[in-house]
């Protein structure tokens, strides 16, 4: 049965609720919202390749229970098709005082999970959309309400514009608001625009991992689109020294698994799936040497730059525009 992710007083009514979609911060208001907020049972979170890999015991650790356990709640992340005969099992065996949440990316519409949740009418099935600037809006009023503080309707629009969709950033920055506000009455525009660092951080992120997968178009394009300070500089050489240390741990893991697309589901701290793509093209496009050189030339440049701030931001554009 398909419930709307804004119709949450249904979502009590079955124990067993996918919920599929791109939107993680949708996925994660439900889980808080509606399952763990005044639960006092027991929470069990797992991968769905830790439960296929030891189904045993992922049942023995859903049908025991103590004298002085009242309830479970089971959220499972990462889910698949392959979960589709372990529910079928479990709904077999009609457990009771157990709730379980599984959560996956997008799901098309022959997907054999998304078909038996949506068919089965004791099955909660919930889609999750990309946030819209009403939705995001909508956050922001509920957040100002809550928290007693104002903000015009410009700032609003320019926290929209630089939450690039997503409502988990969205948050983090009404946050930082919140914290400025106790020791400012009224925030202006220019408060927002020198706190909010979210698209400074988005063209960092991007130019590190474009870097990393030896895109050199698209790195020229975001130099050219940004223009850095001294301290962004840092930034970035540290952004890109912590994705080569990821980027080493995986050459090493392939030097013993040539399967990449293994390798990179299994890693931890796992990988969030809009980066999969990336990452795999960084992995790719360098020996294990050779990461190990970046990340030594990586170390050199930050040196060079704290001692010659007046031309970071030339060493910096040098060493990204030059494999």
């Given amino acids: 049965m ?4 804004f119709e949450l007083e249904k979502l009590q009514k079955s124990n067993f609720h996918l919920i599929y979609g791109n939107n ?12 763990l907020k ?18 045993d015991k992922f049942f023995s650790s859903l049908l025991t229970k103590s004298l002085f356990e009242k309830s479970k709640l089971i959220i499972i992340s990462r889910g ?5 005969n372990l529910v079928t099992e479990i709904l077999q065996k009609e457990i009771i005082d157990t709730k379980i949440v599984i959560k996956c990316s997008n799901l098309d519409k022959k997907s054999k999970l998304r078909y038996l949740f949506e068919k089965e009418k004791n099955l909660i099935c919930t889609p999750v959309y990309d946030d819209d ?3 995001l809006n909508s956050i ?20 929209i514009e630089r939450s690039k969709g997503d409502r988990i950033n969205l948050k983090n920055e009404l946050l930082k608001l919140k914290n400025l506000s106790i020791s400012k009455y009224k925030l202006s525009t220019e408060d927002v625009l020198k706190l909010s660092n979210l698209a400074e951080n988005y ?25 850095y300070s001294d301290e962004d500089c840092i930034l970035i050489i540290r952004t890109i020294l912590s994705k080569s240390k990821r980027l080493l741990k995986i050459r090493h893991e392939l030097d013993n698994n040539e399967n ?16 999969k793509d990336i990452v795999k093209r960084q992995a790719q496009s360098w020996s294990t040497n050779e990461v190990k050189e970046i990340i030594y030339k990586i170390n050199d440049l930050e040196t060079m730059v704290k001692k010659n701030t007046a031309n970071s931001i030339l060493f910096v554009s040098n060493f990204v525009s030059n494999y």
């Fill in 140 to 159: 922001i009023n509920n957040f100002l309400k809550d928290n007693k503080f104002s903000l015009s309707q410009e700032i609003k629009n320019i926290l």
């Fill in 203 to 227: 063209s960092v992120f991007e130019l590190s991992d474009n870097y990393l997968a030896k895109n050199s178009k698209k790195v020229s394009n975001i130099l050219n689109e940004n223009n």
């Fill in 80 to 84: 698949s098709d392959k979960l589709v």
């Fill in 38 to 55: 005044n639960f006092d049972g027991e929470v069990l979170k797992y991968e769905e390749r830790e439960i296929l890999n030891e189904t």
């Fill in 24 to 35: 993680e911060g949708i996925k994660d208001d439900i889980i808080k919202d509606v399952y």
């Fill in 133 to 135: 600037s009403r939705s």
């Fill in 260 to 275: 990449i697309d293994q390798v990179i589901s299994s890693f931890k701290p796992p990988i969030f799936w809009k980066e």
């Fill in 2 to 5: 398909i419930i709307k992710s």
